[in-house]
């Protein structure tokens, strides 16, 4: 494993990189509504990232064995746990979708977020998994500073999860991130704490946890070899947040004035 530590100035790339794609995302948040369809999402994104003079990481994006990625996004809706290709079929209301954007800077550092979106009034299950998700990527976060472990992490969030009753997608995880859209470290949503990689400052990793209403199995939906569905369609949701480990703590980078208002266990942002 070869972790990727970044310098003072690998820092500020990677600050301005987030900042720019939870901006992506603050200008999406007011369009989402029943009726828009995804593809519309992703033409909003695209238009953003090319005004702040970025560019999309997934569009064209073909990892060994898989097709090219056809949006400049990820846009997984309902029972779609991720990967959620864009598409013409509107939002209905009551449906809950992920929208998740990486941008890469002109200086080649990539920023990486997600958030979930409520299609007007949803069922008190969907608000309910989407704010749980929510709260559990923020437990995970809480447990970042040097000395840490990456099991302290997924345990916090298994054992929130598992006990409200939701289950923890195992098959994609977090990982770390810079000039590269994906690097060392696996970031795993369950987990032993004490056990994995010690954190050390410098690092910069997402935490993206991907809990389920039902069981945790999921599958490929179709054949176009990205979709990733719930096993027995249940409700999917996922939260986001790139992170960096600072020498007393840790700085969530991917926040901006258009976040969602934080859980009330979060007493800070950074340390």
Known sequence: MSITIKDAAGIAGMREACRLASEVLDQITPHIRPGLTTLEIDQIGAAAMAAQGTRSATIGYQPPGYPPYPGHLCTSVNHVVCHGIPNDKPLKKGDIVNVDVTVITKDGWF?????????????????????????????????????????????????????????????????????????????????????????????????????????????????????????????????????????????????????????SFVTTTST
């Open 111 to 263: 920023g990486d977020t997600s958030r979930m979106f409520l299609v007007g009034e949803c069922s008190v299950a969907a608000k309910r998994l989407a704010q749980l998700t929510y709260e559990s990527m923020w437990l995970g976060i809480q447990q970042v500073k040097p000395g840490a472990r990456l099991g302290d992490i997924g345990h916090v969030i298994q054992q929130f999860a598992e006990g409200h009753n939701l289950s923890v997608v195992r098959e994609f995880c977090g990982h770390g991130i810079g000039q590269k859209f994906h690097e060392d470290p696996q970031v795993l949503h369950y987990g032993r704490p004490g056990t994995g990689v010690e954190l050390v400052p410098g690092m910069t990793f997402t935490i993206e946890p991907m809990l389920n209403l039902g069981r945790r199995e999921i599958k490929e939906l179709g054949k176009d070899g990205w979709t990733i569905v719930t096993k027995d369609r249940s409700l999917s949701a996922q939260w986001e947040h790139t992170i960096l480990v600072t020498e007393t703590g840790f700085d969530v980078l991917t926040l901006s004035d258009g976040y969602p208002p934080l859980p």
